[in-house]
């Protein structure tokens, strides 16, 4: 695609028809020039000057290589640059392709810049282990191009988040508060961090870090801290506590999205201690409001419904419920929601004894898996589901 200096003389010498040792006259031996134009030496910008002289005197009487000779003065590294430029204006993109060539050049900023696009493409298809080897590429280079790192470790940890590594995560968030840029929201980033920590059933380094979040002026900051502070106190078997927590929040003026958020949440505390009947009332408000709730608190909602009518034997009504459920909608939810969702399929299916639709199911999930929709520690998980219930059915 683009030839070294080397390569460029020789191409014009041979159709000069021009021989190594008519440059030494010029002061240019023979054993130099060949070794130019094996890329054994690269010559120097003065070098660069007298080999162009040369060519121009020797190639007088050809006009047709004019274009050549002027060819032989540019940059190797600004032809490449100003290739990616223009491939850049046409896509608006980068690929492998770009990424090769930028390589091949040594061009920092556009290894730098690729890399970060195509590891965030990556998230957006759900490839995280893709995300994360490009997003660790550009690591490589931020220090030269002056760019921060904590965005780029901040970006890893929600990567290894999804892919269920939380231990992972949790090291990238901390280099990522190490290298804190001025431009980044501290406490947003100690919220992610208490998030893993809690993952991890670390409850008390999660309040922690939960607590510190508390100082933040953003009121969705201190809205998800409270949240995040209630489900550690449920996990922890104080659920009541959690729940008088939100309960007070409601008399705050919130706007509609955080006020679902509170609803939702509220709705999970009262389901965890089996009062059913409040945990419904408080989804069929979200539900049937006067103002529509996100898709996410919706499908969220509704997946809750499902789990609740499992536990307490109404399996068709939560098998109906979860069917209508749109796979898309928890596909934005990420991994979490997405095994829950198959989990609690499973489980009612199970119960109904359908064993034909848990089997269509499990093919359906390991579809997902192959097309890398979904992490195969979904597959493995129902999988194991699976088999210890029909086993236990046949001892019975």
């Known amino acids: 695609m683009f030839l070294t200096i080397g390569e460029k003389m020789k191409r014009v010498r041979l159709r000069s028809g021009l021989k190594q040792s008519a440059f030494e006259r010029y002061g240019i031996s023979q054993h130099y020039l060949s070794l130019i134009e094996n890329n054994r030496r690269q010559p120097s910008a003065k070098m660069k000057q007298k080999l162009y002289v040369a060519f121009c005197e020797l190639t007088q009487d050809q006009p ?50 690729g890399n970060w696009q195509l590891g965030e493409a990556a998230v957006s298809h759900r490839k995280y282990s893709c995300a994360i080897a490009h997003f660790e590429e550009a690591l490589v280079y931020a220090d030269e191009v002056g760019e921060p790192k904590s965005h780029l470790y901040r970006a890893i940890a929600r990567c290894l988040k999804h892919d269920f590594n939380e231990a992972g995560a949790k090291v990238y968030y901390q ?65 009541s506590k959690g729940r008088k927590l939100l309960e007070a929040y409601l008399s705050e003026p919130l706007d509609e999205a ?45 997946l809750l419904m499902a789990n609740m009518n499992e536990k307490m034997g109404e399996y068709r009504t939560g098998l109906n419920i979860i ?58 998980h129902l999988l194991t589901y699976t088999m210890k219930t029909r086993l236990k059915s046949k001892k019975v």
């Open 175 to 239: 280099l990522a508060l190490t290298h804190l840029h001025l431009s980044e929201d501290k406490y947003a980033l100690l919220l992610e961090l208490a998030e893993v920590e809690a993952s991890l059933q670390h409850w008390k380094k999660a309040l922690s870090y939960v607590k510190e979040s508390e100082k933040s002026s953003q009121l969705y900051i201190q809205v998800q801290g409270l949240l995040l502070k209630e489900q550690i106190w449920r996990h922890q078997g104080q659920a």
């Open 258 to 302: 955080l006020l679902d958020h509170v609803f939702y949440q509220l709705a999970l505390n009262e389901a965890s201690e089996q009062r059913h009947s409040n945990a419904l009332k408080r989804c069929l408000y979200l539900l049937n409001g006067e103002t529509p709730v996100t898709d996410e608190i919706r499908t969220k909602t509704l």
């Open 323 to 380: 069917k209508g459920i749109s796979y898309e909608d928890l596909k934005e939810l990420g991994p979490r929601v997405l095994k829950d969702y198959y989990e609690s399929y499973l489980q009612l299916l199970t119960q109904l004894h359908e064993r034909k639709e848990s089997d269509r199911l499990l093919l359906e999930v390991n579809r997902l898996v192959e097309k890398g929709e979904l992490h195969e520690g979904i597959l493995h």
């Open 64 to 113: 047709q290589l004019s274009e050549l000779l002027i060819d032989l003065l540019k940059d190797p590294q600004d032809e490449a640059r100003e290739w990616i430029a223009k491939r850049l204006a046409l896509t608006g993109q980068y690929d492998e392709t770009l990424l090769q060539v930028a390589k091949t050049f040594d061009l920092t900023e556009v290894l730098f810049r």
